[in-house]
């Protein structure tokens, strides 16, 4: 059984010009998929050169996923189209940098919802290297 949960924006904290979609809990697979988009027309900074406002050339991936970090005990994955943008600047084609990853091209989130649970006395220890 699938189960919708409203109001997940404000445990993820997922920034402009990126929204949640919608997120279900799989009862049966025990875990949260988080489905994320893009505002249209939206534009992002180069990952290569970091000039601002470029439009989307394409889309790199269509459903790419990235672990993050459990929920009581349950996993969760984020998904998402991955944009690429055409810089006016230095001519390149490049993936742009998600918000959300701990790295370019990595498969793991940044823990920012940690502030949430902090708050409501459950703390998270995390160690990026």
């Known amino acids: 059984m699938l189960i919708e949960i409203p109001n997940i ?3 993820f904290h997922i920034p402009e010009p990126w929204y949640i979609d ?7 697979m ?3 998929d988080v489905y994320l988009k893009f ?3 939206a ?9 601002e406002a470029q439009p989307v050339q394409d889309i790199a991936d269509y459903d790419q996923a990235w672990r993050h970090l459990n929920f009581a005990e349950y996993p969760i994955y984020f ?3 991955h944009p690429r943008t055409r810089c006016g600047g230095c001519g390149r084609i490049l993936r742009v940098n ?3 990853a701990i790295k370019p091209r990595a498969g793991f ?3 920012q919802s940690c502030t949430y649970w902090r708050e409501n006395s459950i703390y998270c220890t995390i160690l990026l290297l």
Do not use: I, Y
């Open 9 to 11: 924006e404000n445990v």
């Open 22 to 28: 919608r997120c279900q809990f799989d009862e049966k």
């Open 43 to 51: 534009l992002f900074a180069c990952s290569g050169c970091g000039r």
């Open 79 to 81: 998904h998402a189209e």
């Open 98 to 100: 998600v918000p959300w």
């Open 109 to 111: 989130t940044v823990p």
């Open 39 to 41: 505002r249209k027309e």
């Open 30 to 32: 025990e875990r949260m």
